[in-house]
């Protein structure tokens, strides 16, 4: 089975705001970007994923995420996350009807593509599964196979939701890399820790030095 990944991405003018204790609103639209360019990167190279669909209205992330292979699509709902991944989903299966699809959050900048692999791998046994995060309260990735409904349901508390709806937990180990999303300062120095892309590690520089 290969997936077909939709990644969401806000607007970067308004994405990462709880960054704010280590990044000013001149800096974290550059950081929001160098995220989503090292998961779609990641995502790209991994051997379960077919392609990569990217559900964003920011014309300069889309130029840049395109030139990564990802399919750009346009956020026609405008209505928020889940809204995007439900529409993303729907383009996915208007060209291929039964293909299994995969949402997974853009800020994933230590994303590892055999790390992915194995999460996609035990999320095939089950209609819907799903990923929790570093924190253990939201999600980082849902799947759902042939012909089942991806029903996101993510935001704050997604994993308690996710898990209600009926779609199955994986509970692995040494997948790190798809669970450290980046919302916060100290999640931007868990990832740092894990070993970030190339663009994530530029744009991180400045704001936290070496050794910090």
């Known amino acids: 089975m290969q997936w077909t990944l939709v990644i969401p991405l806000k607007p970067l003018a ?3 705001s ?7 609103a001149g800096v974290r639209p550059g950081l929001a970007l160098a995220f989503a360019q090292d998961t779609v990167a990641a995502a790209v190279a ?3 994923v077919r392609d990569v669909a990217v559900v964003t209205d920011d014309a300069l992330a889309g130029r840049e995420l395109a030139a990564l292979g990802a399919r750009i699509v346009p956020d026609t709902p ?6 995007a991944l439900g529409h993303g989903a729907a383009v ?3 060209l291929r009807p039964r293909a299994p699809v995969a ?4 800020d994933l900048p230590a994303l590892r593509a055999g790390e992915l692999a194995r999460v996609l791998v035990a999320a095939a046994e089950f209609p819907r599964a799903f990923l ?36 199955q937990e994986l509970r692995l180990t040494g997948v790190d890399s798809v669970r450290q999303d980046v919302d916060t300062g100290a999640d931007l120095r ?17 704001l936290l030095p070496r050794g910090s």
């Open 132 to 167: 929790a995060d570093a924190a253990g309260v939201g999600t980082t990735l849902l799947a759902a196979g042939a012909d089942i409904l991806l029903r996101p349901l993510f935001g704050p508390g997604s994993r308690a939701r996710h898990r209600e709806s009926g779609a």
């Open 14 to 16: 308004r994405a990462k």
């Open 190 to 206: 868990a990832a740092l820790a894990l070993g970030v892309g190339p663009r994530t590690a530029a744009a991180s520089t400045a």
């Open 18 to 24: 709880r960054l704010a204790d280590t990044a000013g």
């Open 92 to 94: 996915v299966r208007s």
């Open 103 to 106: 949402a997974l959050n853009a």
């Open 46 to 48: 991994c051997a379960e």
């Open 78 to 83: 405008g209505n928020g996350l889940n809204a």
